[in-house]
T-cell receptor, first 114, second 110 residues
């Protein structure tokens, strides 16, 4: 099993450009989520999904969109990138949303917005 | 407002020098308190889940404990390979939001 796969690992954008961070898991997990990690701020939840077709906002959702059309994939879209979105982004998944199971994290995507 | 606070921010230990990391929380309706380890450039890796006050879990040199206000991660006789950032997180009843603290950076010197 590959686990949680994030692409790309590194990306540089100009202010105003759009892009999508991809996240795929092959563990048939119901629950998927996106975090951003900034120095001194820890991991902050952006959006999460408890199953295909269901998404909800986390702590810092502004400027980001998500969709969950399949169980496997949970892409994160930046519609108009801003320098404040420079960060390391992590995707995480868990078997179910009902149980307090462990989160499995991807390796991260480092985004720089100029 | 629900929150977790981790202390200290950074900790340097000599190899074999036992210590504890603290995660203080004010959370209504705690469903679970979690500990993760994060190595530089990597995603966090799950260590423990604690559900209720008094519960303890162990794994090698690590032991996690939970009270009604705090969780501790005790590290016994640490080795340099235990150097990492340790994160605590919580989940509250009625939500599916795993909320993380800012972490403790641990450095174990040989």
């Amino acid at each position: 099993n590959a686990g949680v796969t994030q692409t790309p690992k590194f990306q540089v954008l100009k202010t105003g450009q759009s892009m999508t961070l991809q996240c795929a898991q092959d563990m048939n997990h119901e629950y998927m989520s996106w975090y951003r990690q900034d120095p001194g701020m820890g991991l902050r939840l952006i959006h999460y999904s408890v199953g295909a077709g269901i998404t909800d906002q986390g702590e810092v959702p502004n400027g980001y969109n998500v969709s969950r059309s399949t169980t496997e994939d949970f892409p994160l879209r930046l519609l108009s990138a801003a320098p404040s979105q420079t960060s390391v982004y992590f995707c995480a998944s868990s078997l179910t949303a009902r149980d307090t199971g462990e989160l499995f994290f991807g390796e991260g995507s480092r985004l720089t917005v100029l | 407002e629900d929150q977790v606070t981790q202390s200290p921010e950074a900790l340097r230990l000599q190899e074999g020098e036992s210590s504890s990391l603290n995660c203080s929380y004010t959370v209504s309706g705690l469903r679970g308190l979690f500990w993760y380890r994060q190595d530089p450039g990597k995603g966090p890796e799950f260590l423990f889940t604690l559900y209720s006050a008094g519960e303890e879990k162990e794994k090698e040199r690590l032991k996690a404990t939970l009270t009604k206000k705090e969780s501790f991660l005790h590290i016994t006789a640490p080795k340099p390979e235990d150097s990492a950032t340790y994160l605590c997180a919580y989940l509250t009843s009625g939500t599916y939001k795993y909320i993380f603290g800012t972490g403790t950076r641990l450095k174990v010197l040989a």
